[in-house]
């Protein structure tokens, strides 16, 4: 049986390694922590179709979304829901944005509705606050992102029918790669057909050599700032986006983008926009922020979060619960226009990085690509 070795325990590696199974390729899985610690834990876990740029991008996104529906169904534990989204309209001219985006042509592909308040509320009862109206978008999803990985590997586990079919290894990291071959900082040589870096936003270690020599650089670090409710009484039939989401997704680079007011000074000095999603414990995650700039800070922005509560309680005219968690985290990003990042270390030694923001919604589909 031929062997890959992934390395790299968050949702690019886990896909890979997913995909390789299914090519009937055994595989040694290695992770540096205990359990994967990184943006794959510390997102909203949306699959998210309806932001996606014209094209590729988009093609990448349905065919992962697919995926990710094939997956819950052998793998109940991702918490999979295709529950899709309204994005919410405060004022005019956003409104008049989510009207351009609603007559793409591809806006069918997307399960794009432009929809009036009073609807909007009829499709998520939650919605009790004041908003222009809405773009539904039936395709896009969610997962959990701190259960669905490791949901994956039991599953993996379970199915390789023995230790040579899948293996798991946590807290090894990689300290040396080879032709076909890596080391972990045990001294162990894991030896494969083919090996694969999926380190997400660690671009120092093994990656660091081969992104050093690059110029430009092909990926950048992006934080992020988020948080979690304690559970909300009400039920979200949908996940949600404010109008200030209209701002940073490319399928919304339409002519209406440049009538949008500014933003709120809170939100455009954190590059904020609102996303919410109910978690299956009734929690709300909420989010989030964009830094660009390294050094990061190390410490977490309370205006942000105030700004981002305020929005929230805005549209479901209603308090939050109180919050129970709050975090920061790093992904990777690429810097050109290519979707995500992959080029060949040594020989039979692949660096996959780099998708961003959309890494949850497309890793499935990267995984295949990397395959095929």
Same mark, same amino acid.
């Given at each position: ?12 590696? $886990?896909?890979?390694?997913? &995909? ?10 290695? #992770? ?37 529906? #094939? ?15 309204? $994005? ?19 806006? &069918? ?35 959990? @992102? ?7 590997? #039991? ?19 990689? !300290? ?52 979690? $409710?304690? @559970? ?37 000095? !954190? ?49 939050? +619960? +109180?919050? #129970? ?9 690429? !810097? ?37």
């Amino acid at each position: 049986m031929e062997r890959v070795v992934v390395v790299g325990g968050g949702v690019l590696g $886990t896909m890979h390694a997913v &995909a390789a199974r299914r090519r009937g390729l055994a595989v040694v899985h290695l #992770e540096r922590e205990p359990g994967p610690r990184g943006a794959s834990v510390r997102n909203f876990g949306l699959i998210w179709v309806s932001g996606r740029a014209a094209g590729e991008e988009l093609s990448l996104a349905l065919r992962a979304r697919a995926g990710w529906e #094939e997956l819950a169904g052998q793998v109940p534990g991702t918490g999979f829901r295709p529950n899709g989204s309204l $994005t919410l309209a405060s004022d005019e001219a956003e409104l008049q944005l989510l009207k351009e985006a609603a007559a793409l042509p591809d806006a &069918a592909l997307r399960g794009f509705e432009l929809i009036d308040a009073a609807t909007a509320r009829e499709v998520n009862p939650a919605l009790r606050g004041e908003f222009a109206g809405a773009l539904r978008c039936r395709r896009d999803a969610l997962v959990e @992102p701190r259960l669905v990985l490791g949901a994956i590997r #039991e599953h993996l586990l379970a199915a390789a029918g023995s230790p040579a079919g899948y293996r798991w290894l946590p807290g090894r990291e990689v !300290t040396e790669v080879a032709p076909h071959a890596a080391r972990d900082h045990t001294g162990e040589w894991h030896r494969g057909d083919l090996i694969l870096i999926c380190t997400g936003a660690n671009h120092t270690g093994v990656a660091g050599p081969h992104l050093a020599g690059r110029q430009p650089p092909p990926v950048r670090r992006v934080r992020l700032q988020m948080m979690q $409710t304690r @559970p909300l009484r009400a039920r979200l039939t949908t996940s949600l986006a404010d109008g200030d989401s209209l701002r940073y997704y490319p399928a919304f680079d339409l002519p209406g983008r440049g009538r949008l007011g500014p933003q709120q000074p809170a939100a455009a000095a !954190t590059a904020a926009q609102l996303l919410l999603v109910q978690r299956l414990d009734g929690s709300l995650t909420i989010g989030d922020t964009h830094e660009y700039d390294e050094p990061f800070a190390f410490d977490v922005q309370e205006d942000a979060y105030d700004h981002l509560r305020a929005r929230a309680q805005a549209l479901l005219g209603a308090p939050l +619960p +109180p919050a #129970e968690r709050r975090w920061a985290g790093v992904y990777s990003q690429v !810097t050109g226009p290519e979707l995500y990042h992959r080029s060949q270390i040594a020989p039979g030694v692949v660096l996959v990085t780099g998708p961003g923001g959309r890494g949850m919604t497309i890793a499935p589909a990267i995984a295949e690509e990397t395959f095929a």
